[in-house]
């Protein structure tokens, strides 16, 4: 399951870059199983990230690798503060990584020596951001 990570951790501000990354980006491959005549082996390769940012003005944000804690790949600007945001005071993130699987079939009995089948997803549990507002006063 994907684990998201922002930076800053846990709380952001408004017009303050925030870097997202997600753990779980990962090639997975399967042990090979093997029947009189043919193995068989599956590949699932991480093909980006889906995020769901909980931003009304700017809900979704697509990344085509894991991203970083800084932010240079995958980042987002929130705009507003998330105060008032669905009675919690946190906007709601999930990320959600889709891999492209490839199969491949060796020895005789193979009808096929491989094909690619539908992408698969994971979806992250929902993590709670604070995004404050920083405000300042002045003095006349």
């Not at 979704?60 to 240079?72: K, V, Y």
């Not at 929902?126 to 300042?136: C, D, K």
């Amino acid at each position: 399951m994907p684990v998201v990570h922002t930076a800053p951790s846990g709380k952001t501000y408004v017009r303050v870059k925030t870097a997202f990354w997600v753990g779980g980006f990962v090639t997975v491959q399967t042990p090979p199983v093997t029947v009189p005549g043919q193995t068989v082996q599956a590949t699932a390769t991480p093909a980006q990230v889906t995020w769901q940012l909980g931003d009304p003005a700017d809900p979704q944000m697509i990344c085509n690798d894991a991203g970083s804690s800084n932010g240079t790949t995958c980042s987002h600007t929130y705009q507003r503060s998330s105060t008032g945001d669905s009675g919690s005071g946190a906007y709601q993130i999930t990320a959600t990584i889709s891999w492209n699987i490839h199969w491949t079939c060796t020895g005789a009995d193979c009808d096929q020596p491989g094909g690619d089948l539908p992408a698969m997803t994971m979806t992250s549990v929902q993590n709670p951001l604070i995004v404050a507002e920083i405000q300042t006063g002045s003095r006349q």
